[in-house]
């Protein structure tokens, strides 16, 4: 039903030419949820935020009203839910698409699910998504890489793409600003309501 709900939202925008229907550039992010429930146990190694993969089950097992919640780790602070990831036209800032997971989940593997059904000439992200198989996802679309680089051990970015990340770096900003009023207005940083199906 909220799908069904906000691409009716979206439809109204653009008959009222507020949002343009087929903006041609996309922007992607992510941002923590957290769940409204706690675990009555925790990690012993929490995920660290922007792994690849799904943390292993190399922890203690736990309990909570929120199954499908887990932990992650960033920037120092421990948190309890969820990822969000949000696609948004460069135009205005607009959210066209919204896609959930576990906060363990790594934010690069979600790139191909997210696009699968988009129609966009250009996509801009951070450097999270940034790996060869994103690159040649986007590639086999004909959507236009905006995929910021990143720095790995022994391989320092050359000057093009420190230039490239800057560009594409100015361009983000309206998603940020977007996460920022969600979270300022509509209290999106915590979850407000939970499938209870396997709660006790």
Not at 28 to 57: F, G, M, N, Y
Not at 87 to 108: C, R, Y
Not at 127 to 154: C, T, V
């Amino acid at each position: 039903m909220d799908k069904v709900l906000f691409e009716e939202i979206n439809e109204q925008l653009e008959s009222m030419n507020i949002k343009v229907k087929q903006a041609e550039c996309a922007i992607l992010d992510a941002t923590i949820i957290e769940s409204s429930a706690r675990p009555k146990k925790t990690l012993v190694v929490p995920e660290k935020d922007r792994q690849e993969t799904k943390h292993s089950s190399s922890h203690t097992p736990r309990k909570s009203v929120d199954p499908n919640a887990e932990w992650l780790i960033k920037g120092g602070k421990y948190y309890f839910g969820y990822k969000g990831f949000v696609l948004a036209d460069a135009n205005k800032g607009f959210i066209s698409k919204v896609h959930v997971t576990p906060a363990n989940q790594g934010e690069s593997p979600e790139l191909p699910k997210i696009m699968e059904d988009v129609e966009k000439k250009r996509l801009m992200t951070d450097n999270a998504y940034d790996s060869e198989k994103n690159r040649q996802f986007l590639k086999s679309r004909s959507i236009k890489d905006g995929i910021m680089y990143r720095a790995r051990k022994n391989h320092l970015l050359r000057p093009s793409q420190k230039k490239f990340n800057r560009l594409i770096s100015q361009k983000r900003f309206k998603i940020e600003q977007g996460f920022g009023t969600l979270k300022r207005r509509f209290r999106f940083f915590r979850v407000s309501y939970m499938n209870d199906e396997n709660s006790g």
